[in-house]
């Protein structure tokens, strides 16, 4: 899908982030999808897997997106409890959420289900990462207590999100000298499965912009 940028309208720099997925094999539609939407204050990155396949989970995943999408900038518990009243007729999703702050070097993360969100060190600290505790539920049907996470970050860490369909030892296709589409690229290629839909994104903070 190439490589992105998402800025804050101060034109700071926030993130680039790069992705890549497919749905399960027969299907033209995926449900798993993705949002990264920059506001005044910070920058928000998600990424969602609609529950099952085909276009009844896309259509979870799209009315999800769009709304987190249109209100980017309220705290997460308040994005997570409006996606879940905007899907109560449909079959729900699960997700994981960040708010980055690059002027803060700190970010708010939040989970509901088995998506998967792991923080990569960047420099000398690579190899060591931080993972994004989820909360069984579904959004759409049933959430559990919502308390967001606080994490600081760092110019050059990687935030990856990645569904179900991706295998959790994806974390070997990492390279913090590839471009960040490079390296979803490598991981989709190399740990998605074939029986699932797949989707995984990779974000980098890097900083101001000159």
């Known amino acids: 899908m190439g490589r992105h940028l998402a800025t804050h309208t101060s034109d700071r720099l926030v993130i680039e982030y790069g992705v890549a997925g497919r749905p399960v094999t027969g299907e033209s539609l995926s449900g798993d999808g993705f949002v990264v939407q920059a506001s005044d204050e910070s920058t928000l990155v998600g990424v969602l897997d609609g529950l099952g396949h085909g276009p009844e989970a896309a259509e979870a995943t799209g009315r999800a997106t769009e709304f987190l999408s249109d209100h980017a900038d309220e705290p997460l518990v308040s994005l997570i409890e409006g996606c879940h009243r905007a899907l109560r007729k449909t079959r729900g999703v699960v997700l994981a959420l960040a708010h980055l702050d690059a002027q803060e070097n700190a970010m708010t993360w939040l989970g509901v289900g088995n998506v998967d969100a792991r923080v990569f060190r960047s420099g000398s600290r690579w190899g060591q990462s931080d993972t994004l505790v989820m909360r069984g539920g579904v959004v759409g049907y049933q959430i559990p207590p919502l308390q967001p996470r606080p994490l600081n970050i760092q110019d050059g860490d990687f935030l990856v999100m990645a569904t179900d369909g991706i295998r959790s030892s994806y974390h070997q296709a990492l390279s913090p000298l590839q471009t960040v589409q490079d390296n979803a690229n490598r991981v989709l290629a190399g740990y998605g499965n074939h029986s699932d839909d797949a ?12």
């Open 199 to 210: 989707l995984v994104l990779v974000s980098r903070l890097i900083g101001e912009s000159t």
